[in-house]
């Protein structure tokens, strides 16, 4: 199963919509945690480039925002990044790990376009400027 988060920013008390909605990024059958890494993203009133998870857990644990998840579901913090974690699998046996989309789109050849916007970061997680679900 595939499942997209979102960050959720300031939400209305009366209407209960967000002043900005952000794609976290995606986890699909049973590969690692892909982030997605906004271009125009706007962190303390300036530009901010998310470049890798480290970049993410420092704009997640601000009080003001809600992790959700597509369906619905709202995600505390800690147990948010204690997932992602846990999909950075490696087998013991046989030393083999999940896969992130990028290490995916590279190894295939598919899509050149895509794999060119995509990256790992410095901890070895898969990250794309691209919007993807």
């Given at each position: 199963?595939?499942?997209?988060?979102?960050m959720?920013?300031?939400?209305?008390?009366?209407?209960?919509?967000?002043?900005?909605?952000?794609?976290?990024?995606?986890?699909?059958?049973?590969?690692?945690?892909?982030?997605?890494s906004p271009?125009?993203?706007?962190y303390?009133?300036?530009?901010?480039?998310?470049?890798?998870?480290?970049?993410?857990?420092?704009?997640?644990?601000?009080?003001k925002?809600t992790?959700k998840d597509?369906?619905?579901?709202?995600?505390?913090?800690?147990?948010f990044?204690?997932y992602?974690e846990?999909?950075?699998?490696?087998?013991?046996?046989?030393g083999?790990?999940?896969?992130?989309?990028?290490?995916?789109?590279?190894?295939?050849?598919?899509?050149q376009?895509i794999?060119n916007?995509?990256w790992?970061?410095k901890?070895?997680?898969?990250?794309?400027?691209?919007?993807f679900?």
């Amino acid at each position: 199963m595939s499942c997209a988060y979102f960050m959720l920013e300031d939400i209305c008390p009366t209407c209960s919509h967000p002043a900005k909605e952000v794609h976290i990024g995606s986890v699909w059958y049973g590969w690692e945690f892909h982030f997605y890494s906004p271009s125009d993203f706007i962190y303390e009133n300036k530009y901010f480039d998310i470049m890798s998870f480290e970049d993410w857990k420092k704009v997640l644990k601000n009080p003001k925002v809600t992790i959700k998840d597509e369906n619905g579901e709202i995600h505390k913090y800690d147990d948010f990044i204690k997932y992602i974690e846990s999909t950075k699998w490696v087998d013991e046996k046989t030393g083999r790990k999940r896969k992130g989309f990028h290490q995916y789109c590279m190894e295939n050849r598919l899509d050149q376009e895509i794999a060119n916007r995509t990256w790992i970061d410095k901890q070895g997680w898969s990250f794309s400027s691209q919007w993807f679900r």
